[in-house]
């Protein structure tokens, strides 16, 4: 057989599941597991039937960065989600939107939300799709999914925030929350790049403006959770950090994260048998007392990110303050080593997370505090946020909310 024939035969029958580490791999596994045995909507956990828009979102970024490795499957599982995604939005005559969750098999759900955040990942995870592909088939998707955010945007103020979606019983949700605004930020922004109408950049900076005078809290030096609400929020800060950053507003990226680490950053123990091991982790939002793995990985991604701006700050000039940044980097860059080893857990039924449906599929521990307990499941978004932050700590593929290479 020829050398050309050898390359066509491998090219058509060779796949690849390719992260360059392990980690990764093993964290995308369930949820691959998810969209090649289904109708292609990730469930919430195994022992559920409905699924997150936001967890379904975060899988098709994972699967993006998973392409750009070398797995030469991921696109397809992608395309898998984004089908259902198309084949389940709602139309309101220009606007099309999600109910935030929808069962597996397609079937909508009783008193379901549709909350502003869940569509701005939606948007994102479009447009980003289609900037990585060049395909353009979910424009029209896309466009309609920007009129029903555009929508929400508040008429009772200039600086033109996003209000926060619809209650489950169909009644306005006037509130507008940091975390949505972050993501529509971005949305918008990543929609301009594949779209360059004029309305999605000002929608971007209706959303900026809004975090700069009502989000940012000027006196505490931190992100409010929302309108009116200065609750120290962990996801607030961590999403906030990283539009902060895109922003240039590097000081106040350093102030928000110097917050979290005093204030949310804690020590707290696990016992697995006979061991104790100690973990890194972060409260939810300021004395709920829990560790919030998934927060803690989104936190090393906002982390890690900043201490890159900051020694480049550094190079030029030196601020003795930012050096307490710079050493909560390597704290949460140990924390995610502590995520790598203990989050993800095989089948042994003597650690935290076990295999408790025989599929052979990984658990992602939730939670652990005196508030809370440990919650256990083969959740999909810890593993997916992981991804996310070993990819920005490694450099190695397109970072979420960041340029194309």
């Not at 605004?181 to 403006?209: M, Q, R, T, W």
């Not at 090393?300 to 930012?322: A, G």
Request: aromatic share 10%; hydrophobic share 40%; with cysteine.
């Amino acid at each position: 057989m020829s050398p050309l024939l050898i390359a066509l035969f491998f090219s058509l029958t060779h796949i690849c599941y390719a992260f360059p580490d392990a980690t990764r791999t093993d964290a995308l596994r369930w949820v691959r597991q998810e969209v090649q045995s289904s109708s292609g909507w990730v469930r919430v956990s195994e022992a559920s039937q409905e699924g997150y828009v936001y967890d379904n979102c975060l899988a098709v970024l994972s699967f993006l960065q998973a392409a750009e490795s070398g797995d030469t499957v991921a696109l397809g599982d992608a395309r898998k989600i984004l089908a259902f995604l198309e084949d389940h939005a709602v139309t309101d005559g220009l606007a099309s939107y999600w109910l935030d969750k929808v069962g597996a098999d397609g079937a909508s759900l009783p008193q379901v939300a549709v909350s502003s955040g869940n569509q701005a990942w939606a948007l994102y995870t479009l447009a980003r799709f289609m900037r990585a592909t060049g395909e353009t088939h979910y424009l029209a998707l896309a466009r309609s999914a920007a009129r029903w955010l555009m929508d929400e945007r508040r008429l009772d103020a200039a600086d033109g925030g996003i209000r926060g979606g619809l209650n489950s019983n169909g009644t306005d949700r006037p509130w507008t929350a940091t975390e949505h605004n972050v993501i529509a930020y971005f949305a918008f922004k990543e929609l301009f790049a594949v779209d360059p109408v004029a309305a999605y950049h000002e929608v971007s900076e209706g959303c900026a403006d809004w975090l700069i005078t009502r989000g940012w809290n000027p006196e505490k030096r931190y992100f409010n959770r929302g309108e009116g609400d200065s609750v120290l929020s962990l996801d607030a800060q961590t999403g906030g950090i990283l539009f902060l950053l895109d922003r240039g507003l590097d000081l106040e990226a350093w102030s928000a994260g110097a917050v979290v680490v005093k204030r949310l950053l804690n020590r707290i123990w696990i016992r697995e048998g006979r061991r104790q091991e100690s973990y890194l982790g972060t409260e939810f939002e300021d004395g709920d007392g829990s560790l919030w793995w998934e927060g803690a990985a989104q936190a090393s991604l906002s982390f890690d990110r900043l201490s890159v701006r900051l020694r480049e700050r550094w190079d030029s000039n030196p601020v003795p303050s930012e050096k307490s940044t710079l050493r909560a980097s390597e704290l949460f860059k140990k924390m995610v080593e502590d995520l790598r080893g203990n989050l993800l857990k095989s089948d042994d039924p003597s650690t935290v997370g076990r295999d408790n449906d025989g599929d052979g599929g990984y658990q992602y521990a939730l939670e652990q505090g005196s508030n809370v307990g440990l919650g256990t499941g083969e959740q999909p978004s810890p593993g997916l946020w992981l991804i996310f932050s070993i990819g920005e700590h490694e450099g190695d593929v397109t970072p979420l909310y960041g340029e194309m290479p």
